[in-house]
């Protein structure tokens, strides 16, 4: 597609209850990051994958937090359990790869736990 | 750890004032540097980036930044800002070994007023 697609754009939950986040970078991008854009916190690192492994997801807040990649493509966030502090926005971004080739972000997800 | 420190929460200025928005980060080796801005309603956006060579950097929009190696430092500024320039501005830092994650300042919040 011609940009990053993340669905579903906004999500209500009640705490407890799993929620699945779903992000398709632009075709041919190796890089996906997931990022959580809280108010006044700007942009957490949460997980990196290039192709399908994550060498980093040092920033995943807790066990309850989890993320694949399939077939060098679509990412999956999983939220097990949501808490009321998972509140946020959760941003995809996908780059070409290594070097210095910027990011390209998603709308993102709008999360709000009830 | 590695870290980015934007030293400006929130930024009012009338039009035509200069700005310049400070940015910081921690990290030892060879780093890509960049400026994102999120315009209200829309999504993240590549502002300028600096990799290697001159260390001052132009944008789009008349914004520039500089990249002071001694300083840690990579300050965005723009001789004369315009209303359409209220925006959240981001600076990012990116690993150029290991894990190529991206690291991402707090954020400054800009209103210009008209």
């Known amino acids: 597609g011609a940009g990053v697609s993340q669905s579903p754009s906004n999500k209500v939950t009640e705490k407890g209850k799993d929620v699945e986040l779903r992000c398709d970078p632009i075709s041919g991008h190796t890089a996906l990051y997931w990022y959580r854009q809280s108010l006044g916190q700007g942009l957490e690192f949460l997980i990196y994958?290039?192709?399908?492994?994550?060498?980093?997801k040092s920033g995943l807040p807790s066990d309850r937090f989890s993320a694949e990649r399939t077939g060098g493509s679509v990412s999956t966030l999983t939220i097990q359990r949501t808490q009321q502090e998972d509140s946020a926005v959760y941003l995809c971004?996908?780059?070409?790869?290594?070097?210095?080739?910027?990011?390209?972000f998603g709308n993102g997800t709008r999360l709000t736990v009830t | 750890a590695q870290s980015v420190s934007q030293h400006n929460h929130h930024v009012i200025l009338s039009e035509a004032a200069s700005l310049e928005l400070g940015c910081n980060y921690s990290?030892?080796?060879?780093?890509?540097l960049f400026w994102y801005v999120q315009y209200p309603g829309q999504h993240l956006q590549l502002l300028l980036k600096?990799?290697?060579?001159?260390?001052l950097v132009k944008g789009i929009k008349g914004f520039e930044a500089e990249f002071i190696k001694s300083k840690f430092s990579f300050n965005l500024r723009k001789p004369s800002v315009q209303w359409s320039d209220t925006a959240e501005y981001f600076c990012a830092v990116k690993q150029n070994t290991g894990g190529f994650k991206t690291i991402f300042g707090a954020g400054t919040r800009l209103f210009v007023k008209a």
């Open positions: 994958f290039q192709g399908n492994s994550a060498p980093d």
């Open positions: 971004a996908s780059s070409p790869g290594r070097g210095a080739s910027p990011l390209h």
């Open positions: 600096y990799f290697s060579g001159d260390p």
């Open positions: 990290y030892g080796g060879t780093v890509n």
